[in-house]
């Protein structure tokens, strides 16, 4: 896949103006257990932050593995990526 592949996908995703028209353009876009997995690490990434929760208890609540769990950790803490910290410092100032 090539780089403009990816930035055509996140221009598409940047036209959507609201949650609804999200929901549809991503039940489209993915499988439904592609699209449950996103929903699972937004939710895991949304208790991580508010660093309240053992992973143990994020397991408990969400259901996901571990694996996961510690994985959505090393990139909200250590990737250089910062997409998580990103959105949810939007999310905080909304």
Known sequence: MKNEDYKALCDALLTIEDAESMNAFLRDLCTPNEYAAFVE?????????????????????TGASLTTIGRVARFLKDEN???????????DQA
């Open 41 to 61: 690490r937004w939710r895991v990434c949304r208790l991580l932050a508010k660093e309240q929760y053992s992973y143990r208890e994020i397991h408990a609540l």
């Open 81 to 91: 990526n910062n997409g998580y910290t990103a959105v949810l410092a939007k999310i």
